[in-house]
Nanobody
Framework: QVQLLESGGGLVQAGGSLRLSCAAS????????LGWYRQAPGKEREFVAG?????????FYADSAKGRFTISRDNAKNTAYLQMSSLKPEDTAVYYC???????????WGQGTQVTVSS
């Protein structure tokens, strides 16, 4: 059974930092492209950051995340990370981890972790 388990969310003041983790099990982690998405109340889920399959793989970011967030992965630990800094109240959302194969033949989502940024 595939499971993606996010952790590291919480309440932080504007300007602060958080590191989210996504621990995966039940899949061949290195074969999956990983992404972080978020959904704020009343809004659609949106892409935040992604990283290709290999350790140190190419990364890509939403404009809102560029320069503030860093996505990384450790294939040996089956874990992906999202380091967030200079957080803003508009970053408040539930953050979800996503894993998808290159051919999009398999895709999984975590249950989400809440990030709240106070002003």
């Amino acid at each position: 059974q595939v499971q993606l388990l996010e952790s590291g969310g919480g309440l932080v003041q504007a300007g602060g930092s958080l590191r989210l983790s996504c621990a995966a099990s039940g899949l061949t982690f290195a074969e999956y492209r990983l992404g972080w998405y978020r959904q704020a109340p009343g809004k659609e889920r949106e892409f935040v950051a992604g990283i290709f399959e290999s350790d140190g793989g190419s990364t890509f970011y939403a404009d809102s995340a560029k320069g503030r967030f860093t996505i990384s992965r450790d294939n040996a630990k089956n874990t992906a990370y999202l380091q967030m800094s200079s957080l803003k109240p508009e970053d408040t959302a539930v953050y979800y981890c996503n894993a998808v194969t290159r051919a999009a033949s398999s895709e999984y989502w975590g249950q989400g972790t809440q990030v709240t940024v106070s002003s």
